[in-house]
């Protein structure tokens, strides 16, 4: 994650990411799944800004976007305020900032909008506040957060994630995609969607998708597409079934549901084809959908 120097200020760009492969392999007695997961980092972000308070106070301003569901909450419920305390009370600091939340990510949508905003703070404040903690140490910090914090800490493009999703094993060579994404009217809780997903009983890997779309085989990859969580939010969620139809009407190379949904994507095979499809389907009625790229 790039940080700028805005004046006396930092500035975060925090990236969306899309699961082009998530299997569930098992259940685990912390009550979290095991997971094998290729994520990639995309090019729809949240803007951040740190301001240095003289105070230990942590204060935030959230400012949607409009149009898409971006309403988070300003208290001590948004994960960049909890990413603030955490960072203060493991570090010592009486240190404080005011944070302005510029959201563009839908929420509750798999695009992991909360993770990506609470990483940005850690990276962030460790900067402005002049802690210099260790790459591990943030690390830690980020598993403590959520599942998907570590991954945008580690600030790779692209990697295939373990364990309940914070094991990070970068992928070498570079993925140039171009996606459509499109998220319907509601969302659905990660939680609930785990509560009623199936085990894969016949695991897959997601190396050889990971090979493909190096190769720029994308025909190829296109089959090996999966998410295990789809079925079950489509069951919870009628309009994931809805959106997976739209999506599979227009020109894309293949479409699965992001994470644990509610938003989908589509492979394209050029950015011009991404952003055609995208005005399509929201001509069509589709709420919100835009054209991104992976980061590289
Ligand atoms: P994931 O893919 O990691 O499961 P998601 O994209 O499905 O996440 P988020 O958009 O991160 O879901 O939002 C999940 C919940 O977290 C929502 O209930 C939201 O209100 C809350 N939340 C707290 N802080 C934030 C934030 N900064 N941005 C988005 N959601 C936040």
Same mark, same amino acid.
């Given at each position: 994650m790039l940080i700028r120097q805005d004046g006396l200020a930092l500035r975060v760009d925090a990236p969306a990411k899309l699961n082009l492969f998530?299997? *569930?392999?098992?259940?685990?007695? +912390?009550?979290?799944? =095991?997971? =094998?997961?290729?994520?990639? !980092?995309?090019?729809?972000? +949240?803007?951040?800004?740190?301001? =240095?308070? @003289?105070?230990? !106070?942590?204060?935030?301003?959230?400012?949607?976007?409009?149009?898409? +569901?971006?309403? *988070? @909450?300003?208290? +001590?419920?948004?994960?960049?305020?909890?990413?603030?305390?955490?960072?203060?009370?493991?570090?010592?600091?009486?240190?404080?900032a005011t944070i302005d939340l510029w959201k563009r990510i839908p929420v509750s949508a798999g695009l992991a909008g909360g993770s990506t905003d609470a990483a940005a703070a850690l990276l962030a404040l460790d900067r402005l506040w002049e802690l210099g903690m260790a790459s591990q140490e943030l690390l830690s910090l980020a598993a403590e957060l959520g599942s998907d914090v570590a991954f945008f800490v580690r600030g790779v493009p692209a990697a295939i994630c373990r364990g309940r999703g914070e094991e990070i094993h970068p992928v070498e060579r570079s993925l140039e995609l171009s996606f459509v994404v499109a998220r319907p009217a509601s969302g659905l809780s990660t939680a609930e969607v785990y509560r009623h997903c199936q085990v894969s009983s016949d695991p897959r890997s997601a190396q050889p998708l990971v090979e493909l779309l190096a190769d720029g085989r994308l025909a190829d990859a296109a089959r090996l597409f999966h998410n295990s969580l789809q079925q079950t939010a489509s069951r919870l969620n009628r309009e994931v079934t809805d959106l997976i139809t739209r999506l599979d009407r227009q020109p894309v190379l293949a479409s699965a549901m992001t994470g644990s949904g509610t938003a989908c994507f589509g492979l394209c095979a050029t950015d011009r084809s991404a952003r055609r499809i995208a005005g399509a389907l929201v001509e069509g009625g589709v709420p919100w959908a835009s054209a991104v790229r992976t980061r590289v």
């Open positions: 998530l299997e *569930v392999l098992g259940r685990r007695g +912390d009550g979290f799944h =095991e997971l =094998e997961t290729l994520m990639v !980092a995309i090019s729809l972000h +949240d803007t951040l800004r740190f301001t =240095e308070e @003289p105070t230990p !106070a942590i204060r935030l301003r959230c400012h949607g976007r409009g149009g898409v +569901d971006t309403s *988070v @909450p300003s208290g +001590d419920d948004n994960l960049v305020v909890r990413a603030a305390k955490l960072l203060q009370a493991h570090s010592g600091t009486s240190r404080g």
